[in-house]
C-alpha cells in the first residue's frame, strides 16, 4: 500500500510564507514526476509546480518567482515552498506522486489535501 502524507498548511496573512511537504510511504520501487495541484473553491483543480526525479521544475505562471518545489528523493519527500502569499492563493493544495510499487504497475497518487487560506 502506497500512501501520501501531507503537512504544513495553515492560514497566514497576505505577503506571509508557508512550506508544505508530503511524504510517500509503503511498498515503493520508484517515484517519477512529483507535483502540487490546488483547487479553490468553486473552481477546477490545477496544477501549481511539478519536478521530475531529476529535478527538472515547472510552475504555473501565477506563482513564478514566488513558489519553489523541490525534492528529497532519499526521503521519497516534495516540498513547495510558498513566499509572498496572496489571497488568491487560498486553496486545498493536494500532492501528486507518479509512483512504481515494489508490485503491481505506475500509478498517480494523491495525497488528502491541505488547506491553505491567506487573509488580506
Known amino acids: 500500500q502506497v500512501q501520501l502524507a501531507e503537512s504544513g498548511g495553515g492560514s497566514v496573512q497576505a505577503g506571509g510564507s508557508l512550506r508544505l511537504s508530503c511524504a510517500a510511504s509503503?511498498?515503493?520501487?520508484?517515484?517519477?514526476?512529483m507535483g502540487w495541484y490546488r483547487q479553490a473553491p468553486g473552481k477546477q483543480r490545477e496544477l501549481v509546480a511539478a519536478i521530475t526525479k531529476g529535478g527538472s521544475t515547472n510552475y504555473i505562471d501565477s506563482v513564478k518567482g514566488r513558489f519553489t518545489i523541490s525534492r528529497d528523493n532519499a526521503k521519497n519527500t516534495v516540498y513547495l515552498q510558498m513566499n509572498s502569499l496572496k489571497p488568491e492563493d487560498t486553496a486545498v493544495y493536494y500532492c501528486?506522486?507518479?509512483?512504481?510499487?515494489?508490485?503491481?504497475?505506475?500509478?498517480?497518487?494523491w495525497g488528502q489535501g491541505t488547506q491553505v487560506t491567506v487573509s488580506s
Open positions: 509503503g511498498r515503493i520501487f520508484s517515484i517519477n514526476a
Open positions: 501528486n506522486a507518479d509512483i512504481r510499487p515494489l508490485v503491481g504497475i505506475k500509478y498517480d497518487y
